[in-house]
């Protein structure tokens, strides 16, 4: 490669520099050559790397003390070399007429009479492994033949011909002090010399070793790299200079060489015998094109290239035709070798069509590697099944790897298989996966008629006893989960479950469909023994190890009126889960645990866990999580907080969570003023019930809001009817919960004192804190209403004080000012469950969470133990706290 004018026009002199110990070496032997010490130098390095510039430097350097003579070996004719030194005329008079021998002294007289006391003679063989043989014989010669030879003999080679050129110079170098050189590429003192010079300014180190990193520090890319520095004033893409160079370099290389790195880009392996046998040359010449390439800089010292632009450039030069060759070659030739399949692939990926089965068998192998990453198998699969798109195998490998990084692909190609595959065996294998793919990808809706139109035709053909009954059981558990993920197909999955026979045992598959089953039976409310039944073989074991499928057990134990069992497996899932490292699963866990807790009155905890769920992925909307902190800020007057987090609300995961948004939206419209919007929202809501089969009356209790309302309104016709509704619902499902809201919802619309006090009752049993407190608000209404005004007080206070602890402030204040109207003396309604204890009872109660026994507390405060005692036992009842512990938490 030469520089152009443009490239060099700033540039002092056209020649390599930083070569100055090499220079120096090269003169001083010239000068002990002028002392009579003939003297022999090998000169080698890289083709290209500055050798012949080098022998230029030596003869401008000692052009007035010795003779410098140069020729470039081409020929193997008899003193080729020696014709090229001396003139072929010359030497062709000396030895024309003499015999072998007399050539010989005929050539040491003319190197005599070229020599003189003061004046060596520099002879200079450039390419000498190409040297014919008379001239290095002539050369062995003259080293012993000639007394005090004023002479030193230069040998220029590329090291790759290292071996052919000692091999024929084997006689001069035994008999000679022989010196070597090996020239390698510019360092990093070189190239800054270099642009000190040529540029005018000292460059920074960052520069200088961006230069010489891409440009591999060889002379002439060098020297261009400068003389655009200097004409441009800014740095040059060395990387296309280096290219450039090697390009031409390469052009310049043997047929051989040539072959040898146009393999290497094909194959892009490391392993020399690799690309020598897709070259077809011998190893040895492989591994010295190797060596070579490697010191111009080419390849890293592991043998790879260090330009992908070189290897593109390479590739680019071939016939499209011939490249697809050479790589279906270079394939099979890795393959046979025993080379990775991944590695294999990598080729194999490259052609533009797969037309052998080993093909396809490399990419599946290399796809299994869990070398992989999942994206680059899922390619190599997809690959396979452009050519072969029916291929059963390579489609659940294909699905396999989709599960890693994109759900809902892998849930698009298991609904495909299950469609399409025959064999029993690897159909219900299909189905199980395709499950619990779509239920975490969020399309349990879109498998499930799927999977229920499996399970209906094996049962139909007699094919389901034939499948093993725990992947049954997981079958049927995770296509009633997915069933149950949407209004529009809970109908279905309830009809679903009427069909599975209940499993027996407690293995895994049987637990998980034991608890989809009671979760139907929840839902359609007509069985509590049942619902019961299919939940203890469904509740883990105890001690046992928590997964995020029991939050499903979880919810069913509490509307079955196990409230305070559900809430500790709720807990210990939600400890699990965040010890899992399972985000989805753990927010699921908070989220059920947040709903449970608002049912339950906490509302303070409803709205910590739903806030904490939502603030694990601010992007992910939680449904069920906006629902709770929704239902939570509605029951304290916030309207515009509850509109704001309406209007994020997307699709529901089950029908509670349908029903709780509903309920939510009906409660923020009468709390702007639209009542009669409020009560369509829960008859909406009793519809939507209907529709998907739902009856139970303690899942989402619209038809009590319903009746409430109605009576706020007025309607006390409507109100009947609401209750009527809750009261039939209510003999199905037995529970505290279902007794205390039919009978308040009585109560609600007849005023009925007695009915409501028992109502009271069977919630307070039920532990339904906020029902509670309505129930003791309209207990004190209808008290008020019957002139009974200090009962009325008693039990206003009671609503007020339960609204506060929960963290109702709507009610809170709504049974404020009903106490107010019935001759109640107090300030305005308490915004926590702290401002509901007297000021004594509040002094005593924090003493009591400082751990003060209750004598001290007397002592400290002047007071009985006996008025200890019932300050106590008041700040534990309004404060809902059952230990000192718990008190001090409340506190």
Same mark, same amino acid.
Request: hydrophobic share 45%; glycine share 8%.
């Given at each position: 490669?030469t520089?152009s004018?443009?490239?060099?026009?700033?540039?002092?002199?056209?020649?390599p520099?930083?070569?100055?110990r090499?220079l120096r070496q090269?003169?001083a032997?010239v000068r002990?050559?002028g002392?009579?010490r003939?003297?022999?130098l090998?000169?080698r390095?890289p083709?290209a790397?500055g050798?012949?510039s080098l022998?230029?430097?030596?003869?401008?350097?000692v052009?007035g003390?010795a003779?410098?003579?140069v020729t470039t070996?081409?020929?193997?004719?008899d003193?080729?070399?020696?014709?090229g030194l001396?003139?072929?005329?010359?030497?062709?008079?000396?030895l024309?007429?003499?015999?072998?021998?007399?050539?010989?002294?005929?050539?040491?007289?003319?190197?005599?009479?070229?020599?003189?006391d003061?004046r060596?003679?520099?002879?200079? %063989?450039d +390419?000498a492994?190409?040297c014919d $043989?008379?001239?290095?014989?002539? #050369?062995? =010669?003259?080293?012993?033949?000639i !007394?005090?030879?004023?002479?030193y003999?230069?040998?220029?080679?590329?090291?790759a011909e290292?071996l052919?050129?000692?091999?024929?110079f084997?006689?001069l170098?035994?008999a000679?002090?022989?010196?070597?050189?090996?020239?390698g590429p510019f360092?990093?003192?070189d190239?800054t010399?270099?642009v000190e010079?040529?540029?005018?300014f000292?460059?920074?180190?960052?520069?200088?070793l961006?230069?010489l990193a891409?440009g591999?520090?060889?002379p002439?890319?060098?020297?261009?790299?400068?003389g655009k520095?200097?004409a441009q004033?800014g740095t040059?893409?060395v990387e296309a200079?280096a290219t450039?160079w090697h390009l031409?370099? %390469?052009e +310049?290389?043997?047929?051989e060489? $040539?072959r040898?790195v146009?393999a #290497?880009a =094909?194959?892009?392996s490391a392993e !020399?015998?690799s690309a020598?046998?897709l070259?077809e040359?011998p190893?040895?010449?492989?591994?010295?094109?190797?060596?070579e390439?490697?010191?111009?800089?080419?390849l890293?010292a592991d043998?790879r290239f260090r330009?992908?632009a070189?290897r593109?450039r390479?590739?680019?030069a071939l016939d499209?035709?011939?490249l697809?060759s050479?790589?279906t070659?270079?394939?099979r030739?890795l393959?046979?070798?025993g080379r990775p399949q991944e590695e294999?692939?990598e080729l194999?990926?490259?052609l533009?069509?797969?037309t052998?089965?080993?093909?396809?068998?490399t990419?599946r192998g290399?796809?299994?590697?869990?070398t992989?990453?999942p994206?680059l198998?899922?390619r190599y699969?997809r $690959?396979?099944?452009?050519?072969?798109p029916?291929?059963i195998?390579t489609?659940?490998?294909l699905a396999t790897?989709l599960?890693?990084f994109?759900?809902s692909?892998?849930?698009d190609?298991y609904?495909e298989l299950?469609?399409?595959?025959t064999?029993?065996?690897?159909?219900a294998?299909?189905a199980?996966?395709l499950?619990?793919?779509a239920?975490?990808?969020?399309?349990?809706?879109?498998?499930?008629r799927p999977l229920?139109?499996?399970?209906?035709?094996?049962r139909?053909?007699g094919g389901?006893?034939?499948?093993?009954?725990?992947l049954?059981?997981q079958?049927e558990?995770?296509a009633?989960v997915n069933g149950?993920g949407?209004s529009?197909?809970?109908?279905?999955?309830?009809?679903l479950?009427?069909t599975i026979?209940?499993p027996?045992g407690r293995?895994?598959?049987?637990?998980?469909?034991?608890?989809?089953?009671?979760r139907a039976e929840m839902l359609?409310g007509?069985s509590?023994?049942?619902?019961?039944?299919y939940?203890?073989?469904a509740l883990?074991?105890?001690?046992?190890s928590r997964?995020?499928?029991?939050?499903?057990?979880?919810?069913a134990l509490?509307f079955c009126?196990?409230r305070?069992?559900?809430?500790?497996?709720a807990n210990?899932?939600?400890?699990?889960?965040?010890?899992?490292?399972?985000?989805?699963a753990?927010?699921?866990a908070?989220?059920?645990?947040a709903?449970l807790?608002?049912?339950?009155g906490?509302l303070?905890?409803a709205?910590r866990?739903?806030?904490a769920?939502?603030?694990?992925?601010?992007?992910d909307e939680d449904f069920?999580a906006?629902?709770v902190?929704?239902?939570?800020?509605?029951?304290?007057?916030?309207t515009?907080?509850?509109?704001q987090l309406m209007?994020r609300?997307?699709?529901p995961r089950d029908?509670?969570e349908h029903?709780w948004a509903?309920?939510?939206?009906a409660?923020?419209l009468?709390n702007?003023?639209d009542a009669?919007g409020?009560?369509e929202?829960l008859?909406k809501?009793g519809?939507?019930?209907?529709?998907?089969?739902?009856?139970?009356p303690?899942?989402?209790?619209?038809w009590?809001?319903?009746?409430?309302?109605?009576?706020?309104?007025?309607?006390?016709?409507e109100?009947?009817?609401f209750?009527a509704?809750g009261?039939?619902?209510?003999?199905?499902?037995?529970?505290?919960?279902?007794r205390g809201?039919?009978l308040l919802?009585r109560?609600l619309?007849?005023?009925?004192?007695e009915?409501?006090?028992q109502?009271?009752?069977?919630?307070?049993e039920a532990?339904?804190?906020l029902?509670?407190?309505?129930?003791?608000r309209a207990?004190?209404?209808?008290?008020?209403?019957?002139?009974h005004?200090?009962?009325?007080?008693k039990?206003l206070r009671?609503?007020?004080?339960?609204a506060v602890?929960?963290?109702a402030?709507?009610?809170a204040?709504?049974?404020?000012?009903l106490?107010?109207?019935?001759g109640g003396?107090?300030?305005?309604?308490?915004?926590?469950p702290?401002?509901?204890l007297?000021?004594?009872e509040l002094r005593?109660a924090?003493?009591?969470a400082?751990?003060l026994?209750n004598?001290?507390?007397?002592e400290r405060?002047?007071?009985?133990?006996?008025?200890?005692?019932?300050h106590?036992s008041?700040?534990?009842?309004?404060l809902?706290?059952?230990?000192?512990?718990?008190?001090a938490?409340?506190?």
């Amino acid at each position: 490669m030469t520089l152009s004018e443009d490239d060099g026009a700033r540039l002092t002199i056209r020649r390599p520099v930083g070569r100055g110990r090499e220079l120096r070496q090269l003169v001083a032997g010239v000068r002990d050559a002028g002392s009579g010490r003939i003297g022999l130098l090998h000169l080698r390095g890289p083709r290209a790397i500055g050798k012949s510039s080098l022998v230029e430097l030596l003869r401008a350097e000692v052009c007035g003390e010795a003779d410098v003579l140069v020729t470039t070996c081409k020929s193997q004719e008899d003193f080729a070399a020696a014709k090229g030194l001396f003139g072929a005329a010359q030497v062709g008079t000396l030895l024309s007429g003499r015999d072998e021998y007399a050539r010989l002294y005929a050539m040491n007289d003319l190197v005599v009479q070229r020599t003189t006391d003061d004046r060596p003679l520099v002879l200079v %063989l450039d +390419d000498a492994h190409r040297c014919d $043989r008379a001239t290095a014989r002539w #050369l062995g =010669v003259l080293s012993r033949r000639i !007394p005090e030879p004023r002479v030193y003999v230069v040998l220029v080679y590329p090291c790759a011909e290292r071996l052919v050129a000692e091999a024929m110079f084997a006689d001069l170098s035994g008999a000679l002090d022989t010196t070597t050189i090996d020239l390698g590429p510019f360092s990093e003192a070189d190239l800054t010399d270099l642009v000190e010079r040529e540029c005018g300014f000292t460059p920074g180190r960052e520069l200088v070793l961006a230069g010489l990193a891409s440009g591999a520090g060889l002379p002439q890319v060098a020297l261009a790299w400068a003389g655009k520095l200097a004409a441009q004033g800014g740095t040059p893409d060395v990387e296309a200079e280096a290219t450039a160079w090697h390009l031409a370099w %390469l052009e +310049d290389q043997p047929e051989e060489m $040539r072959r040898y790195v146009t393999a #290497l880009a =094909v194959v892009g392996s490391a392993e !020399p015998a690799s690309a020598a046998a897709l070259a077809e040359i011998p190893s040895a010449a492989a591994e010295a094109n190797r060596t070579e390439l490697t010191t111009v800089d080419a390849l890293t010292a592991d043998g790879r290239f260090r330009s992908a632009a070189l290897r593109e450039r390479l590739l680019d030069a071939l016939d499209q035709d011939e490249l697809c060759s050479l790589r279906t070659r270079a394939a099979r030739l890795l393959t046979d070798e025993g080379r990775p399949q991944e590695e294999v692939s990598e080729l194999v990926m490259l052609l533009p069509a797969l037309t052998e089965v080993w093909m396809f068998c490399t990419l599946r192998g290399a796809a299994r590697h869990g070398t992989l990453s999942p994206e680059l198998a899922v390619r190599y699969l997809r $690959r396979v099944l452009d050519t072969v798109p029916g291929h059963i195998e390579t489609r659940l490998e294909l699905a396999t790897h989709l599960v890693e990084f994109d759900l809902s692909a892998a849930t698009d190609v298991y609904a495909e298989l299950l469609a399409d595959v025959t064999d029993p065996v690897v159909r219900a294998s299909v189905a199980a996966q395709l499950g619990g793919v779509a239920q975490r990808a969020g399309r349990g809706p879109e498998a499930f008629r799927p999977l229920a139109g499996y399970l209906a035709e094996e049962r139909a053909n007699g094919g389901l006893a034939a499948i093993d009954p725990e992947l049954r059981a997981q079958i049927e558990a995770v296509a009633l989960v997915n069933g149950f993920g949407s209004s529009t197909t809970v109908a279905e999955a309830m009809s679903l479950a009427r069909t599975i026979i209940a499993p027996e045992g407690r293995a895994e598959g049987g637990r998980l469909l034991a608890q989809q089953l009671a979760r139907a039976e929840m839902l359609r409310g007509d069985s509590l023994p049942t619902a019961l039944a299919y939940l203890r073989s469904a509740l883990p074991a105890a001690g046992g190890s928590r997964a995020s499928w029991d939050v499903f057990p979880a919810v069913a134990l509490h509307f079955c009126g196990a409230r305070a069992e559900a809430m500790t497996l709720a807990n210990e899932v939600v400890v699990a889960m965040e010890r899992s490292g399972d985000i989805p699963a753990r927010k699921l866990a908070l989220a059920m645990r947040a709903g449970l807790a608002y049912e339950a009155g906490e509302l303070v905890d409803a709205e910590r866990d739903a806030r904490a769920v939502l603030a694990i992925d601010p992007h992910d909307e939680d449904f069920a999580a906006l629902t709770v902190l929704a239902s939570v800020l509605v029951r304290r007057g916030d309207t515009d907080q509850t509109g704001q987090l309406m209007d994020r609300m997307r699709s529901p995961r089950d029908p509670v969570e349908h029903g709780w948004a509903m309920n939510a939206k009906a409660h923020w419209l009468w709390n702007r003023g639209d009542a009669d919007g409020a009560l369509e929202m829960l008859r909406k809501c009793g519809r939507e019930f209907d529709a998907m089969g739902v009856r139970n009356p303690v899942l989402v209790p619209w038809w009590l809001d319903g009746a409430s309302v109605a009576m706020r309104l007025g309607r006390s016709g409507e109100a009947a009817e609401f209750a009527a509704r809750g009261a039939d619902a209510a003999l199905r499902w037995d529970t505290a919960a279902a007794r205390g809201y039919a009978l308040l919802a009585r109560g609600l619309s007849t005023g009925h004192v007695e009915t409501l006090e028992q109502s009271v009752a069977e919630l307070a049993e039920a532990g339904a804190r906020l029902h509670e407190a309505t129930a003791l608000r309209a207990l004190g209404t209808a008290l008020m209403h019957g002139q009974h005004e200090k009962e009325a007080r008693k039990h206003l206070r009671a609503a007020m004080d339960m609204a506060v602890r929960c963290g109702a402030t709507r009610a809170a204040d709504r049974a404020h000012e009903l106490l107010t109207a019935a001759g109640g003396r107090l300030s305005a309604a308490h915004t926590s469950p702290k401002d509901a204890l007297t000021s004594g009872e509040l002094r005593v109660a924090e003493l009591a969470a400082k751990g003060l026994t209750n004598r001290e507390i007397a002592e400290r405060l002047y007071v009985t133990v006996r008025t200890v005692e019932s300050h106590l036992s008041n700040a534990y009842r309004k404060l809902g706290a059952q230990t000192r512990a718990e008190l001090a938490v409340q506190l």
